[in-house]
């Protein structure tokens, strides 16, 4: 602690993200791509013109957005982007959610929420999941002081279809929703295209999870131009947006590859219902997922027991040391035969 530091970072309690382990582990905890980006990838970085990085990036990264615009079936204007999801939303929360009422968000969903409140001096307000542990939309207020939540939700992978997000949209109309989609392409409902009805609706989304791109750092939003034009006065000049000049060529090959992409996201919902059955038959509990991961416990083994088993064994999974989510864990879908050793170890273990 220092005396140095605002009191908002005093209280804060940072966010701590899954272990990136520097020895060959199966690494199932922070919810990465297990298949390579598409191949375009490759050929843009190998052929990439060095002289471009001389200069600075288009001041409004047109082409990139020109691309995700056409990809997401919107015009430019409604697309903004930036180094990362994360880097989107805390634009966000700058832009929108410093209000005199407080933001409501579901008590468990993405983690970093909580962060950017204390950061950004947001107050918030939770609400428990429904009894199915689904983001219960009911409960929030029509006057919230903004609403956000992941849908499909993390880390239990639930996902609200379309006329369900439309149902909230139309009560708080006078609030701005944010929908994080950070896993929507693994079998969720986008909402983008309930934006063209309303102005309050934020999407976000990134190309770390279904494009493989976590490395790169690229996410975006999209909504009204009233919103974008918001986040547009809030970002940095040349640095979160536009994106670097080599991110954008790197992000227009992978959305240019569209096979690749199904193939993917395919291969990791099939991966992951297998999983789920297999998982099943060991007697855990698994959640359904729309997502690249699973929730999962177990009622006869001590989750935190079974991470440092799995752990031991050379696979990293995610375990939560929190009241509500002590018992169980998120497995990140990776390829069959990582699955196949997990499921191994967990026979061994819960045998
Ligand atoms: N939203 C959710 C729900 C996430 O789980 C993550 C990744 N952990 C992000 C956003 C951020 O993704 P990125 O910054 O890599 O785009």
């Not at 609403?147 to 279809?161: L, Q, R, V, Y």
């Not at 929908?179 to 102005?199: H, K, N, T, W």
């Amino acid at each position: 602690m220092s005396k140095f530091w605002s009191p908002a970072v005093r209280e804060l309690t940072p966010y701590v993200p899954g272990e990136q382990p520097r020895e060959r582990l199966i690494k199932l905890n922070t919810n990465e791509n297990p298949y390579p980006p598409a191949s375009g990838v490759g050929t843009v970085l190998r052929d990439y013109p060095v002289d471009h990085l001389r200069l600075y990036p288009d001041s409004e990264s047109r082409a990139l957005r020109d691309a995700l615009a056409a990809d997401l079936g919107v015009e430019r204007k409604h697309v903004f982007v930036g180094n990362g999801s994360d880097e989107v939303l805390a634009l966000a929360f700058q832009t929108f959610f410093c209000q005199a009422r407080p933001l409501e968000m579901p008590a468990i969903s993405y983690s970093f929420y909580p962060v950017y409140c204390k950061l950004y001096g947001v107050e918030r307000r939770t609400h428990p999941l429904d009894s199915q542990w689904c983001v219960d939309l009911d409960a929030f207020s029509a006057d919230a002081g903004g609403i956000i939540f992941a849908n499909p939700n993390a880390p239990t992978g639930h996902g609200h279809g379309r006329d369900a997000i439309a149902g909230l949209l139309e009560r708080a109309k006078e609030s701005v929703v944010l929908i994080d989609e950070a896993y929507v392409d693994f079998g969720g409902e986008s909402a983008v295209p309930l934006m063209a009805r309303f102005p309050n609706l934020l999407v976000t989304g990134t190309f770390s999870k279904s494009r493989s791109l976590a490395g790169l750092r690229l996410g975006y939003a999209v909504g009204s131009q009233e919103l974008i034009e918001g986040l547009e006065r809030v970002k940095n000049s040349f640095n979160s947006y536009p994106v670097d000049s080599l991110a954008s060529a790197v992000a227009i090959a992978s959305l240019d590859d569209v096979e690749h992409f199904e193939a993917c996201r395919e291969a990791v919902i099939t991966t992951r219902e297998r999983t789920r059955t297999r998982l099943e038959k060991l007697g855990f509990q698994v959640l359904p997922s729309q997502a690249n991961f699973i929730l999962v416990n177990h009622p006869q083994f001590d989750a935190a027991q079974l991470f440092l088993g799995l752990r031991e064994r050379g696979i990293l999974v995610r375990h939560f040391n929190t009241d509500v989510l002590r018992d169980y864990l998120r497995i990140t879908i990776g390829t069959d035969d990582e699955m196949d050793s997990l499921v191994e170890t967990l026979e061994l273990l819960c045998g």
